[in-house]
């Protein structure tokens, strides 16, 4: 089971810049056909400073957490783990180029099934270079134990 003593514990922060080759290949993986993803002069020519996000890429950049210790101490053993459900709420469009700022907490910490899976939400927040508010991520992660 995981240690429910770390519910509300500040995980931490890092920052992560999104790079328009990043972008673009992420938008081919998920089939996104909109050119504004994948060519600065469609993007421009919408109205945008450069390429925009896909929406569900902060998922990715927040992958390059580069502090994961965090997961040991709570008990998670990578092996037992199962991607459970994402959210995201944004506030305003990041950009190729942009610097975002990943704050994380442990938000919660359940079993289900008599202890046999436990789940943590993990939420994050994520603001831009100029400290604007981006947008917030709610992860569960699903762990079997035994």
């Avoid at 990043?22 to 909109?34: M, N």
Wanted: aromatic content about 10%; overall charge neutral; cysteine-free.
């Amino acid at each position: 089971m995981l240690d429910k003593s770390h519910i509300g514990k500040i995980l931490p922060s890092f920052n992560a810049t999104a790079e328009a080759g990043q972008l673009r290949f992420f938008a081919k993986a998920i089939g996104e056909t909109d050119p504004i993803y994948t060519d600065e002069s469609a993007a421009r020519d919408a109205g945008h400073p450069d390429l925009p996000l896909p929406p569900t890429f902060l998922f990715s950049l927040e992958f390059t957490q580069p502090t994961k210790q965090w997961r040991e101490d709570v008990g998670i053993k990578p092996s037992r783990i199962l991607h459970g459900e994402q959210s995201f709420h944004y506030h305003r469009t990041a950009y190729a180029g942009d610097t975002l700022r990943f704050e994380s907490r442990i938000a919660d910490i359940y079993d289900k099934k008599g202890g046999a899976l436990s789940f943590l939400v993990r939420e994050t927040r994520v603001t831009n270079q100029r400290g604007e508010h981006v947008a917030d991520l709610r992860s569960v992660l699903v762990h079997r134990n035994g």
